[in-house]
């Protein structure tokens, strides 16, 4: 008789390893016999051998079943990963780089590198150059994105186009913020940009968030989110804030969406405890929770 020595299973003589583990069994020890009785030769060990290629991968392929799902989760936006990735599929941050916080608080938003790519929907955002960031999107069918019209760099010609319908118009034009907001619509190519220095600040938005935006620094959105604008109150902030009359508000519903915002510069992030306040320079402003 032969036993596992993982998991103690007997086996007959025929058998070389284990059915369970796929351990190389052993030959069990000798019975001792009553003295004065004939004790019967010890058999002589087999030779060693190699389980066939198949046994191999089949135990490979038991043994990688067996494994936990790992996954990486990024810093940035908390969105899971495979644990092969190098980037965020979500939002584009690099995998190996932790959060860069300073001792006062403030945590820098991640430098996305070149060709990056980013995944909404069916769709793909790939980011182009560190100095002046380009955003290249592959729109798949039943996707859409929505975007100031002059931030647009080139389309293919079979992407549709459109105007998305906004109230106010007139407020907005006096206000200086553009009034026409445009659409592209999946199938297609296209490609975006503030053309200027900076970094691109990638926000995948999740269901029921709500995101005020500086004016001037909204890249695009996708569809999903929906758009609109708030006053800012006060006539010494308006005239003093440095931000004009209104702030974008971005805001999702049941589902979620991507929003891209240019930032002129480094770009840091500081989230407020309860009672807790900062005092900012108004042109540093980019963004915050409504």
């Keep these: 008789m032969k036993h596992c020595p993982t998991c103690n299973r007997a086996y007959d003589?025929?058998?070389?390893?284990?059915?369970?583990?796929?351990?190389?069994?052993?030959?069990?020890a000798p019975t001792p016999y009553p003295v004065g009785q004939y004790s019967p030769p010890v058999a002589t060990p087999t030779p060693a051998t190699h389980a066939p290629p198949q046994v191999e991968q089949r135990r490979a392929a038991q043994a990688s079943a067996a494994d936990p799902l790992e996954r990486l989760r990024c810093e940035w936006c908390q969105a899971m990963n495979?644990?092969?990735?190098?980037?965020?599929?979500?939002?584009?941050?690099?995998?190996?780089?932790?959060?860069?916080?300073s001792e006062s608080g403030w945590r820098e938003a991640p430098r996305i590198k070149d060709m990056t790519e980013i995944h909404f929907g069916a769709s793909t955002c790939q980011v182009e150059g560190e100095i002046v960031p380009v955003a290249e999107l592959n729109l798949a069918t039943g996707d859409a994105v929505?975007?100031?019209?002059?931030?647009?760099?080139w389309k293919d010609d079979r992407t549709p186009m459109g105007v998305m319908p906004l109230q106010g118009g007139i407020?907005?034009?006096?206000?200086?913020?553009?009034?026409?907001?445009?659409?592209?619509?999946g199938p297609g190519r296209i490609a975006f940009s503030r053309d200027a220095t900076g970094e691109l600040v990638v926000m995948p938005l999740h269901p029921g968030m709500e995101l005020d935006v500086r004016e001037h620094a909204f890249l695009l959105a996708s569809h999903?989110?929906?758009y609109s604008y708030v006053r800012i109150k006060g006539l010494r902030n308006i005239l003093f804030g440095g931000q004009?009359?209104?702030?974008?508000?971005?805001?999702?519903?049941?589902?979620?969406?991507?929003?891209?915002?240019?930032?002129?510069?480094?770009?840091?992030?500081?989230?407020?405890?309860?009672?807790?306040?900062?005092?900012?320079?108004?042109?540093?402003f980019l963004y915050k929770d409504s």
């Design 13 to 28: 003589e025929a058998k070389d390893f284990c059915g369970l583990d796929g351990t190389r069994l052993v030959e069990d």
């Design 82 to 101: 495979e644990k092969t990735a190098l980037s965020c599929r979500a939002c584009g941050a690099p995998l190996d780089v932790k959060n860069l916080i």
């Design 146 to 153: 929505y975007f100031e019209h002059h931030v647009m760099l």
């Design 171 to 185: 407020k907005r034009a006096l206000a200086g913020m553009p009034f026409i907001i445009s659409l592209a619509y």
């Design 224 to 226: 999903h989110i929906s």
């Design 244 to 284: 004009g009359m209104f702030m974008d508000r971005f805001v999702t519903g049941a589902q979620p969406g991507l929003l891209l915002l240019h930032g002129y510069g480094d770009v840091f992030e500081r989230v407020l405890q309860p009672g807790e306040s900062i005092m900012i320079e108004p042109g540093a």
